[in-house]
């Protein structure tokens, strides 16, 4: 009996022996990292073009991996993007899909596959740092308790997050639904509708800002700057806002080296350059272009020390890379920051026409580079990708059968093997869309003035439907539309089927 019990014993150990040595040969999945900036333009990067600014990590990225010329956000604001590059969803199937207060609701379903929920099927461990702004909660926020759902109830396994954005209250950071900071004593409260007796607003306390508002923003004050939204209390948990990008940036850099020995999937979502333009003291000058120029030189510092992070684990090899934004570039975007002052020659928008808010090329159409060091051949590709299909594209590398609704499996383009990309695309600006095939933009007739003269930005409004040759035509001067009848018919006629209309 024992006999047979030791042989058994033994084969046991040996069996599982096989097993073990099995499972270190077998290479570990590659770790995924998505670098997300926050308004940075197409012009913004010095290997896009940019002459005035250097952005020599950005351009790292660039220059050792494929750099896409037409590499596109969904939209030109940033909750529809976030959402559809997180759903691999148009984000005009989701009417709740647009920009949203700091105290609007979760807008993702819960119930529906995401990246990170795909990718935690397939073994990795998720996280997101930085910007959300996907909403929180199922409305009437607690923020003193847990706050939920949010990141870590569509997959996140790790979240460090601001609730919104920069300009907009609560000012304080979230980590896996927990107010950062927060003391019992002093209760986080947040409103958008009034504000809290008593709490000054940038409406009538110019002594108390650093920062002057321009348009909106003239809500609660915190750190010198007013803010969209109300807030009152919850002091021991505001962040500092010249601290945030070495903020995000200690948490990426933690959240690598805890997980360095399984796959991860990484959501870095820096802050930079939405307004408020807040330069660390240590940025500050540096652009010789006022702040947007600086925080884009400090996000281009955080890229850097973050991939050295990844090399210094050993983790670059393993790592593929995504570096983009979620929508085009804005110089004034509400607060008097010297950014127009002091702009001089640069151009965030590089050739392209409009930017943030536009359904112009320069709203969607972004800085767009795939990197993987040892991987992917450093290139340059034409070939029309959107960050909607990341998540098929990142299925297929995973081995998972999952796809996005409108997520195209552009592994190979993506990995430089193939430059065949989208026929076309569905563009989004605030609710309105146009469509983007082959050669051709398209942008139906919309009401509504044809420059937002608080931004200063063309929106791609006009009584007429537009019709440009990208090809001859990359800053969309000339409306073609009249001399290509059936150009204009068959995208009107493909634009109409897409959208379901
Ligand atoms: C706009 C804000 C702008 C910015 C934007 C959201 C005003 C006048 N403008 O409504 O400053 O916050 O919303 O930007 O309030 S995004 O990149 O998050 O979409
Ligand atoms: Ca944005």
Not at 190 to 198: D, L, P, R, S, T
Not at 410 to 422: A, H, I, P, T, Y
């Amino acid at each position: 009996m024992y006999k047979i019990t030791f042989i058994l014993a033994a084969f046991l150990m040996l069996f599982s022996a096989c097993g073990n040595q099995q499972k270190q040969e077998e290479p570990q999945k590659p770790n995924i990292v998505v670098i997300y900036l926050d308004d940075l333009g197409y012009g913004d990067v010095s290997a896009y073009g940019a002459t005035e600014i250097k952005t020599p990590n950005f351009d790292k990225l660039a220059e050792g991996g494929v750099r896409f010329t037409t590499g596109y956000a969904s939209s030109a604001t940033c909750t529809p993007s976030r959402y559809a590059l997180l759903t691999g969803e148009y984000p005009w199937r989701n009417q709740n899909a647009k920009i949203l207060p700091g105290s609007a609701p979760l807008i993702i379903d819960t119930a529906k596959i995401t990246i990170p929920k795909m990718l935690k099927e397939q073994g990795y461990h998720t996280g997101i740092v930085g910007k959300w702004h996907l909403g929180l909660g199922s409305g009437n926020v607690n923020w003193n308790e847990r706050v939920a759902p949010g990141p870590n109830e569509v997959g996140f396994d790790y979240s460090f997050i601001m609730a919104a954005t920069q300009d907009r209250t609560p000012t304080v950071f979230l980590e896996n639904g927990y107010v950062v900071g927060l003391s019992p004593d002093d209760p986080l409260y947040v409103n958008y509708q009034k504000n809290f007796e008593g709490e000054p607003t940038g409406l009538d306390n110019p002594g108390l800002m650093k920062m002057r508002w321009f348009n909106g923003h003239n809500n609660s004050i915190h750190n010198g700057i007013p803010r969209i939204g109300f807030q009152k209390g919850g002091k021991s948990a505001m962040w500092v806002d010249e601290d945030m990008a070495d903020d995000f940036l200690t948490k990426a850099k933690n959240y690598v080296k805890e997980h360095k020995n399984e796959p991860f999937f990484l959501y870095y979502a820096l802050q930079q350059p939405h307004v408020p333009r807040t330069p660390n003291a240590r940025f500050v000058g540096t652009s010789g272009m006022g702040p947007r120029g600086d925080v884009i030189i400090e996000a281009d510092w955080c890229v850097g020390e973050f991939i050295k992070t990844l090399e210094e684990e050993g983790l670059l090899d393993n790592t593929l890379v995504i570096f983009s934004s979620d929508n085009g570039p804005v110089v004034n975007d509400g607060y008097y920051d010297d950014s127009v002052e002091k702009l001089g020659k640069h151009t965030p928008w590089g050739p392209l026409r409009g930017g943030k808010y536009s359904l112009f090329e320069a709203g969607t159409r972004v800085p767009f580079i795939t990197y993987w060091k040892g991987k992917i051949q450093p290139a340059v590709s034409d070939a029309m990708v959107s960050q909607l299909d990341l998540f098929s594209s990142f299925a297929k590398l995973v081995d998972s059968d999952k796809r996005g609704p409108d997520s195209e499996d552009l592994l190979d383009v993506f990995l430089g093997k193939s430059q065949e990309g989208r026929d076309e695309i569905v563009l989004e600006a605030t609710s309105r869309t146009a469509l983007r095939k082959g050669n051709w933009a398209m942008i139906p007739p919309y009401n509504g003035p044809a420059v937002n003269k608080m931004v200063n930005i063309e929106l791609g409004n006009s009584s007429e439907f537009q019709l440009y040759n990208l090809n001859d035509d990359l800053g969309q001067q000339k409306n073609v539309a009249a001399e290509n009848p059936e150009k204009l018919k068959e995208m009107v006629d493909l634009f109409e089927k897409l959208r379901g209309d």
